[in-house]
């Protein structure tokens, strides 16, 4: 049971270019959620989804799409990533069916982004 | 509208030293309340959690949290803590109910020196 996986680790983009970062997660849980987290200013929710096919944005979602295409795949895209746009990026999942933890994200590793 | 406030950036503190990291937050509805712990190049981890009944809320590593409604507070303890327990440490408060939107606070460093 690896819990919640992101790739890459780490990335080193251009201004404008593009890339995809994935979230997995193996405990078939409905929710999933892509946070941002900058120095000093804590984590902020991007978008989430509450199942397949679903996606809404959070606090902080523009520059940034996202896709639940599988239950256990939650895809985030920067189409033209910008400097403002480095920071690290934490993907977490939420299961709603266990009444013993439907109250806690599983985080994963995290992805660090850094754009020049 | 919730949110969370950590006054303090960085607590420095001594090996087997207790230690008390500040939250209080603030919110018009009733809220779970979490700490969360990142340890470096980690992810984050949960510490504890209220969400009703007893106050005084024990989680991993030795650490509790006591929750104040008067004071709007959920302040994190340990008695005595160890080199290892330095890390970041995040109090989260979420509303009940719904998608579960989770407010973080800035964040507090713990530094333990020997």
């Known amino acids: 049971n690896a819990g919640v996986t992101q790739t890459p680790k780490f990335r080193v983009l251009k201004t404008g270019q593009s890339m995809t970062l994935l979230c997995a997660q193996d405990?078939?849980?409905?929710?999933m959620y892509w946070y941002r987290q900058d120095p000093g200013m804590g984590l902020r929710l991007i978008h989430y989804?509450?199942?397949?096919?679903?996606?809404a944005k959070g606090e902080v979602p523009d520059g940034y799409n996202v896709s639940r295409l599988k239950k256990q795949n939650f895809l985030l895209g920067l189409e033209s990533a910008a400097p403002s746009q480095t920071s690290v990026y934490f993907c977490?999942?939420?299961?709603?069916?266990?009444?013993?933890?439907?109250?806690?994200?599983?985080f994963g590793p995290g992805t660090r982004l850094t754009v020049l | 509208a919730q949110s969370v406030t950590q006054l303090d950036s960085q607590v420095p503190v001594f090996e087997e030293a207790p230690v008390e990291l500040r939250c209080n937050y603030s919110?018009?509805?009733?809220?779970?309340l979490f700490w969360y712990v990142q340890y470096p190049n980690q992810g984050l981890q949960l510490l504890l959690k209220?969400?009703?009944?007893?106050?005084l809320v024990k989680g991993i590593n030795g650490f509790e949290a006591e929750f104040n409604k008067s004071q709007t507070s959920f302040h994190l303890r340990k008695p005595s803590v160890h080199i290892s327990d330095t890390a970041e440490y995040f109090c989260?408060?979420?509303?009940?109910?719904?998608?579960?939107?989770?407010?973080f606070g800035t964040g507090t460093r713990l530094l333990v020196s020997p």
């Open positions: 977490a999942s939420r299961t709603t069916r266990n009444p013993a933890s439907t109250d806690t994200q599983y």
């Open positions: 405990m078939n849980h409905e929710y």
């Open positions: 989804s509450v199942g397949e096919g679903t996606t």
């Open positions: 919110s018009s509805v009733s809220v779970y």
């Open positions: 209220y969400l009703s009944g007893s106050t």
């Open positions: 989260a408060v979420s509303s009940l109910g719904g998608f579960q939107k989770l407010v």
